[in-house]
């Protein structure tokens, strides 16, 4: 089975610009999470969705955004750059259990430099 | 709220020995699950072992085991015959059974495997 893929793999945008990111889970996965890992802050939880909903939001401003296709592909917006934003962009997909914690799997990351 | 724990920044260990990486959470959630992940350099988390805050028994997944200590809140990953490849930074992270995905991740421990 094929695991989580995540386009681009690289990116360098300029302060100010607007980017997405894009994330195909795992077949038969509904539910996909965003993340942002950098080495400040570490790994911080971006938001979820699932069926196409927004089910989970993180702390992070409203520059942030993101919706997931009928397919269960996801993409990630952000608008306005900053160069606090320079970070791996994790997507995971899970299967999304009801009633219990659910195991996440992570793709490769997009990389994303704002300069 | 949730937070995790890893106290070691960087560890070393020789080929072929075993090597704890340690691991303490808190939450106020009832129902939880710990998850141990391993990042390589190129950037991509992978999913070595889940816990279930129920579960009696403390969960193994070949070379690896997890040892969940509840009263202490430590969820501890065990690698036993450490080999070069392990060479990498560990992540432990926590999700509540009602948060979703939101899963906490505490700032990761860099293990070195020696030759």
């Known amino acids: 089975k094929a695991g989580v893929t995540q386009t681009p793999r690289y990116l360098i945008k300029t302060r100010g610009q607007q980017v997405t990111l894009s994330c195909s889970p795992i077949?038969?996965?509904?539910?996909v999470s965003w993340y942002q890992q950098t080495p400040g802050q570490g790994l911080q939880f971006l938001f979820e969705?699932?069926?196409?909903?927004?089910?989970n939001k993180g702390n992070f401003p409203g520059r942030f955004s993101g919706r997931q296709f009928s397919n269960s592909r996801s993409e990630m917006n952000v608008s306005t750059l900053e160069l606090g934003d320079s970070a791996l962009y994790l997507c995971?997909?899970?299967?999304?259990?009801?009633?219990?914690?659910?195991?996440?799997?992570f793709g490769p990351g997009t990389r994303l430099t704002v300069l | 709220a949730q937070k995790i724990t890893q106290t070691q920044p960087g560890m070393f260990v020789q080929e072929k020995e075993a090597v704890t990486l340690d691991c303490t959470y808190d939450?106020?959630?009832?129902?939880?699950?710990l998850f141990w992940y391993k990042q390589p350099s190129s950037g991509e988390m992978i999913f070595l072992i889940y816990?279930?805050?129920?579960?009696?028994q403390n969960a193994t997944e070949g070379r690896y085991s997890l040892n969940f200590q509840k009263a202490r809140k430590s969820a501890n990953l065990v690698i036993s015959a450490s080999q070069l490849g392990d060479s990498a930074m560990y992540f432990c992270?926590?999700?509540?059974?009602?948060?979703?995905?939101?899963?906490?991740f505490g700032a990761g421990t860099r293990l070195t495997v020696k030759p």
């Open positions: 995971a997909s899970s299967l999304r259990v009801a009633g219990g914690p659910d195991t996440q799997y």
């Open positions: 077949s038969g996965h509904r539910s």
């Open positions: 969705y699932f069926s196409e909903t927004q089910r």
């Open positions: 939450t106020s959630d009832p129902s939880y699950g």
């Open positions: 816990q279930g805050s129920y579960d009696q």
């Open positions: 992270a926590m999700s509540g059974a009602n948060r979703g995905n939101d899963m906490r």
